[in-house]
Nanobody
Framework: QVQLVESGGGLVQAGGSLRLSCAAS????????MGWYRQGPGKQRELVAT???????NYADSVKGRFTISRDNAKNTVYLQMNSLKPEDTVVYYC?????????????WGQGTQVTVSS
């Protein structure tokens, strides 16, 4: 199991920046994949950015060139640097961790952090 604690959300003007943090309760080397998703009211949760334990990254087309996912292995923390924010980025952001044990895949989620971008 792993617990994920997010921080860094808030209110920012369009064009501004925020950095989200996700602290894991175990070494991120032991986690198969980690990343960020977001969900707006009445919508499905969607991928924002993820990376695998091997280091490969994946971004949603809507955030490419604006958002960057990174990690600090020593702190067991994953970050999402969000630049050039737009009002349509206003949703709740969730940290995700995927752990594969034997033939079972387990998904873990943080509590979510609200990002609000004013126009």
């Amino acid at each position: 199991q792993v617990q994920l604690v997010e921080s860094g959300g808030g209110l920012v003007q369009a064009g501004g920046s925020l950095r989200l943090s996700c602290a894991a309760s175990r070494s991120i080397f032991s986690i198969n994949a980690m990343g960020w998703y977001r969900q707006g009211p009445g919508k499905q949760r969607e991928l924002v950015a993820t990376f695998t334990s091997g280091g490969s990254t994946n971004y949603a087309d809507s955030v490419k060139g604006r958002f960057t996912i990174s990690r600090d292995n020593a702190k067991n923390t994953v970050y999402l640097q969000m630049n050039s924010l737009k009002p349509e980025d206003t949703v709740v952001y969730y940290c995700n961790a995927v752990i594969v044990q034997l033939w079972n895949t387990h998904d873990y989620w943080g509590q979510g952090t609200q990002v609000t971008v004013s126009s």
